[in-house]
């Protein structure tokens, strides 16, 4: 039989060497997370986020706070998510032109697209429509162009601001056609809409959710729908490709990122989550009725994606020198 004394130091012997093994980590998530939106509450990213993070925070079995951290062309939230610990717990909701534009449109930021974040998942691509004040003498995107080529200058398109999606894709346009037209910008789509109604402004370039009410009651008219595909929304508005301008698309897109070093388990882990809510009927359909379109891509999908993007839109932002003090 051990001895007491031989027990004693056994005793000593195995609660050293629990002192010496390392403690097993929580499995993720074990706390509330976080996903921080660049814009105020309302706007289609919000929007975007608030749909898809009930069902995550239940698969993920934790909940899932939204943060809205506007300004600055979305770089406040920007510089917060990476700065923010590589842990999972702090998430960005990104836009798809201030993630691949405001590197080339402002002169120093506190963030780069690729060294400060890592892909979690793309969650949907929203396309735009090309419209026009009925009052302008024209019918189609053919038709735009001869009377912008016949009238230089005299006409006006109206965005939700500088640097958005639709201001880099008409500059887009205006490269590819040779016509002058004016981008006049605005602080939201609203704004700029209520300019074309009033017919301060001739033409806009907006989401289908701020145009289509507008263009079923015939107080706009829809010229086509930059995308690859018609849309429900509008299924009588042809694509640019259909109007005689295949190559002009554009489709902004919403997606998650968390801070580079995140581990690759967590990232797994929100983007299997993000997966699976995108899946759902519930989400596709309040997604629909939106006006966007589930577009579901993995991290390093994502990651791809960023940068075929800005290897696109940056030389346009460049040669239109567009920026942004």
């Known amino acids: 039989m051990p001895s007491i004394a031989y027990k004693a130091a056994l005793a000593i012997t195995l609660a050293a ?5 390392p403690a097993r980590a929580a499995p993720y998530p074990d706390k509330p997370i976080r996903v921080v939106v660049p814009v105020p509450p309302g706007g289609i990213i919000d929007q975007v986020v608030r749909i898809i993070t ?19 062309s979305g770089n406040i939230a920007f510089s ?24 080339v449109m402002f002169h120093k930021l506190e963030w780069d697209p690729f060294k400060d974040f890592s892909g979690v998942a793309m969650l949907v691509s929203s396309p735009h429509v090309v419209a026009v004040n009925p009052k302008v003498p024209v019918h ?47 602080k939201g789509a609203g704004p700029a809409i209520q300019d074309v109604l ?16 507008f263009v079923t009651t015939g107080k706009l008219r829809p010229l086509a729908v930059a995308a690859k595909s018609r849309i429900p929304m509008l299924p009588d508005v042809p694509t640019t490709a259909e ?11 919403v997606a998650l990122f ?3 070093g995140t581990p690759k388990d967590v990232l797994q882990a929100l983007t299997g989550a993000a997966h699976q809510a995108l899946e759902t009927k ?32 940056q030389p346009v932002i460049r040669k239109a020198n567009i920026t942004i003090e």
């Open 258 to 260: 968390a801070p580079s």
């Open 54 to 72: 009930p069902p995550m925070a239940e698969i993920l079995k934790q909940p899932i706070i939204v943060e809205n951290r506007a300004g600055a």
């Open 198 to 213: 009033s017919g301060n402004v001739q033409m806009t370039v907006a989401t289908p959710p701020s145009l289509a009410g």
């Open 80 to 103: 917060y998510v990476a700065r923010s610990a590589s842990d999972g717990y702090t998430v960005l909701a990104s836009y798809s032109m201030f993630h691949v534009g405001n590197p």
């Open 140 to 186: 189609s995107m053919k038709e735009l162009v001869d009377y912008a080529r016949a009238h230089p200058g005299e006409l006006n398109y109206a965005t939700s601001g500088n640097g958005s999606v639709p201001h880099i894709g008409m500059e887009l346009f205006k490269q590819k056609t040779g016509i002058q037209i004016t981008h006049v910008p605005y």
């Open 282 to 313: 519930k989400v596709k359909d309040a997604l629909a009725a939106a006006g966007v379109t589930p577009w579901y891509l993995t991290p390093d999908a994502l990651d791809r994606q960023v940068r075929k993007d800005a290897d696109y839109w």
């Open 243 to 253: 109007a005689g301008f295949p190559g002009f698309e554009l489709e902004a897109w």
């Open 17 to 21: 060497a629990s002192t010496m093994l």
